[in-house]
C-alpha cells in the first residue's frame, strides 16, 4: 500500500508561482514514475505532468508547457510541481499518483497509475 499526501496548493493572482509537493509512503518509493493530474469543476482529471524514477525522463502537457516543472527526491520520497506564471485555467484541484508497478516508463492518462492523494486546491484569480 502507497500513502501519497500532496501539500502546497493555496489562493494566489494570476503570474504568481506555487510549489506543490508529494510525500509518498508506505513502500519502496524510487523505483517507479509519478505524476501529477489535475481536475476543475464540471471537467474530467486531466494529466499535468509525469517524472521517472531515475528523473531523467519528464513529460508535460501542452498547456503547462514552460511554466510547470516536475521533479523529485527519492532521499525524501516527495515529488515536486513548481508552478510558474499561473493562470486562471489552472485553477483545480491536483492530484499526485503512482502506479502499483514500477516501471521505467511514464504513463500520461490516469488509468496508468493505481494511488492516487487526497488533492490539494490550487485557485489563480485573475
Known amino acids: 500500500q502507497v500513502q501519497l499526501v500532496e501539500s502546497g496548493g493555496g489562493l494566489v493572482q494570476a503570474g504568481d508561482s506555487l510549489r506543490l509537493s508529494c510525500a509518498a509512503s508506505?513502500?519502496?518509493?524510487?523505483?517507479?514514475?509519478m505524476a501529477w493530474f489535475r481536475q476543475a469543476p464540471g471537467k474530467e482529471r486531466e494529466f499535468v505532468a509525469g517524472?521517472?524514477?531515475?528523473?531523467?525522463?519528464?513529460y508535460s502537457a501542452d498547456s503547462v508547457k514552460g511554466r510547470f516543472t516536475i521533479s523529485r527526491d527519492n532521499a525524501k520520497n516527495t515529488v515536486y510541481l513548481q508552478m510558474n506564471s499561473l493562470k486562471p485555467e489552472d485553477t483545480a484541484v491536483y492530484y499526485c499518483?503512482?502506479?502499483?508497478?514500477?516501471?521505467?516508463?511514464?504513463?500520461?492518462?490516469?488509468?496508468?497509475?493505481?494511488?492516487w492523494g487526497q488533492g490539494t486546491q490550487v485557485t489563480v484569480s485573475s
Open positions: 499518483a503512482a502506479p502499483l508497478q514500477s516501471t521505467t516508463t511514464v504513463p500520461i492518462s490516469s488509468p496508468g497509475y493505481d494511488y
Open positions: 508506505g513502500r519502496t518509493f524510487s523505483r517507479g514514475p
Open positions: 517524472i521517472s524514477w531515475s528523473g531523467g525522463i519528464t
